[in-house]
């Protein structure tokens, strides 16, 4: 794979930072889905993995900087020790098919996970796991949480239903999310850099993304105070729908 800054155009830089601030104000508003925004609409211009490789460097700086704002890692720790522990192999599994399958299907694999999101989150079915049923459950979701961020980055789409099915408190998500974040985001990054698909170059314009996202998040806060929070996510649940779409009819 070539240089990233010589295959994007400027007006595509500009764009993918343009994507990543609005998948960073959507952070800010509700705690999570930079990347479930910005990866699908990064990936209507660039590879998937291309788009993937360059969010590393604000994935970790936003995600570090909101488990310790929450407070909350020892809790998380103790509480998803066992999803931790399946999320990290079942990564590395996941993205072996990231990184080497062709742009085409990853993206068509990563606009069907929009669309189950989306879907879910219309969905009128809002289930709730009680707390003696988590030994049990952390495993399996982190395993299949892991296949699915591997081969995507999106693993929202599967913790963030169950978390908000835990009806944990705010903080307590917001560490959860960000801490599970982490652990599935460095092995995809290391599996890319393996095959190939992470240089210096995706490693360049990631630290440039890294100002976008830390201001979309504190313009997230700002519209979290001013607009209805149930607007904004019917708003960036048909954003997605489209995305969704027009990244499976690119693989068609």
């Not at 995600?63 to 999320?87: G, K, P, T």
């Not at 009680?130 to 693993?155: D, F, S």
């Not at 729908?241 to 690119?250: A, D, P, S, V």
Request: hydrophobic share 55%; with cysteine; aromatic share 6%.
């Amino acid at each position: 794979m070539g240089s990233v800054l010589t295959l994007i155009e400027p007006t595509t830089l500009i764009l993918i930072a343009a994507a990543y601030l609005l998948g960073s104000v959507v952070k800010g508003v509700t705690g999570f889905g930079a990347l479930l925004v910005a990866v699908p609409i990064m990936s209507m211009v660039v590879e998937p993995a291309t788009a993937i490789a360059v969010t590393s460097g604000s994935v970790i700086v936003s995600n570090v900087w909101q488990l310790i704002e929450s407070r909350q890692a020892m809790w998380v720790l103790r509480r998803f020790w066992s999803l931790l522990l399946a999320l990290l192999p079942a990564t590395l599994v996941g993205s072996q098919f990231l990184a080497k399958v062709d742009g085409r299907v990853s993206g068509a694999v990563i606009g069907v996970m929009v669309i189950l999101y989306c879907l879910s989150q219309i969905s009128r079915f809002h289930p709730t796991v009680r707390e003696r049923h988590t030994k049990a459950l952390n495993p399996v979701i982190g395993g299949a949480a892991g296949l699915v961020g591997g081969a995507t980055i999106l693993t929202g789409s599967v913790l963030i239903m169950y978390l908000v099915a835990l009806r944990l408190r705010k903080d307590q998500f917001v560490g959860a999310i960000a801490l599970m974040y982490l652990v599935n985001a460095i092995p995809i990054y290391l599996t890319l850099s393996y095959f190939g698909r992470y240089s210096a170059n995706e490693l360049a314009v990631s630290v440039g993304l890294v100002a976008p996202a830390l201001t979309g998040i504190v313009i997230g806060r700002i519209v979290r105070q001013r607009v209805s929070q149930k607007l904004f996510q019917r708003l960036v649940i048909g954003l997605l729908l489209m995305i969704g779409l027009n990244l499976l009819l690119k693989a068609v």
